[in-house]
């Protein structure tokens, strides 16, 4: 089983839309949390961290439930800018990070 | 500006030439690690480092070796390179429990 588990999509979703993404991780050691961006061929940046009391940017908000080990992604009034693939990501032992697969996004107008 | 740098973001080479990837940050952090991505299969870590003069192995380490003499420093070593470690691969430091910077990518392929 992976440590970090990711749906892969592909999400299609029209420009305005509400698109969901989910984490699950098997570490209950894990210590911190993160959402990473990744456009096509280029390096993935943080978009946001995410707290055990939730936490939201934007149109962005992040959960996470520790007792059922799993993070999740909302995306409000998607944007066609949104289009990326957007990386669960799960650190433990000061700092070793571990990622998902990534889960692909694509907003169409 | 704050960055990690690696060199080169692209490469060609041949089955068994050895080469090395360079890695370098300037925000004086502790963590360092490579990863490779491979479609479908995400990023895989292959080694990190807490420190200088201490690396541990990844999830797939297998072919690589990695040394940390500098703070600044995590170079990326293949001896013998093979097809099979064709892929693109990323650097990325970070201070403890926050945000991991990555570098630019290299894109290696292996004839």
């Known amino acids: 089983r992976k440590e970090v588990e990711q749906d892969p999509g592909p999400f299609n979703v029209p420009e305005g839309a509400t698109v969901a993404f989910n984490c699950t991780y098997s570490?209950?050691?894990?210590?911190?949390f993160f959402w990473y961006r990744q456009d096509c061929r280029k390096e993935p940046k943080l978009l946001m961290s995410?707290?055990?009391s939730g936490n939201e940017d934007g149109r962005f908000t992040a959960q996470l439930n520790r007792a059922s080990q799993y993070i999740s992604l909302l995306i409000r009034d998607s944007k066609l800018s949104d289009s990326a693939t957007y990386l669960c990501?799960?650190?433990?032992?000061?700092?070793?990070?571990?990622f998902g697969a990534g889960t692909r996004l694509t907003v169409k107008p | 500006e704050a960055q990690v740098t690696q060199n080169p973001r692209y490469l060609i080479t041949v089955t068994g030439k050895k080469l090395t990837v360079t890695c370098s940050q300037n925000m004086n952090h502790e963590y360092m690690s490579w990863y490779r991505q491979d479609p479908g299969l995400g990023l895989r870590q292959i080694y990190y480092?807490?420190?200088?003069?201490?690396?541990d192995k990844g999830d797939v380490p297998e072919g690589y070796k990695v040394s940390r003499k500098e703070k600044r420093n995590f170079p990326l070593i293949l001896e013998s390179p093979s097809p099979n470690q064709t892929s693109l691969y990323f650097c990325?430091?970070?201070?403890?429990?926050?945000?991991?910077?990555f570098g630019q990518g290299t894109r290696l392929t292996v004839v």
């Open positions: 480092s807490m420190n200088v003069e201490v690396t």
């Open positions: 995410v707290y055990s």
């Open positions: 990325a430091s970070g201070a403890t429990n926050t945000e991991a910077f």
């Open positions: 990501v799960v650190t433990y032992n000061n700092n070793d990070m571990r």
């Open positions: 570490n209950s050691a894990s210590q911190s």
